[in-house]
């Protein structure tokens, strides 16, 4: 098991930054992949970030890229999300998801609300 904790949301201006933490604890946190997600309201949940085990691989989905950065820690056990420029339309639950060998994302955080006014 690998419990996953998301801080560091909250209330920001268009155009304003924030940056989300995801504290794990349990198994081996190097031995997995880590995403970011989101849900909007009403929406699907969506991909955000992926960062590799070894930090060598990280994809984006395009409607963040050049805005978002993930990066992880793996001696604090914790990933980042650095989330600049941010738009309304990044209002959204964000969860932070531990992905293992079968490729599925096993674990899953509580989420953290990001809320972008215009």
């Known amino acids: 098991q690998v419990q996953l904790v998301e801080s560091g949301g909250g209330l920001v201006q268009a155009g304003g930054s924030l940056r989300l933490s995801c504290a794990a604890s349990?198994?081996?946190?190097?031995?997995?992949?880590l995403g970011w997600f989101r849900q909007a309201p009403g929406k699907e949940r969506e991909f955000v970030a992926r960062?590799?085990?070894?930090?060598?691989?990280?994809y984006y989905a395009d409607s963040v890229k050049g805005r978002f950065t993930i990066s992880r820690d793996n001696a604090k056990n914790t990933v980042f999300l650095q989330m600049n420029s941010l738009k309304p339309e990044d209002t959204a639950v964000y969860y932070c998801?531990?992905?293992?060998?079968?490729?599925?994302?096993?674990?899953w955080g509580q989420g953290t609300q990001v809320t972008v006014s215009s």
């Open positions: 998801a531990a992905q293992g060998q079968s490729g599925e994302y096993d674990y």
């Open positions: 349990g198994r081996t946190f190097s031995n997995y992949a």
């Open positions: 960062i590799s085990r070894s930090y060598t691989t990280i």
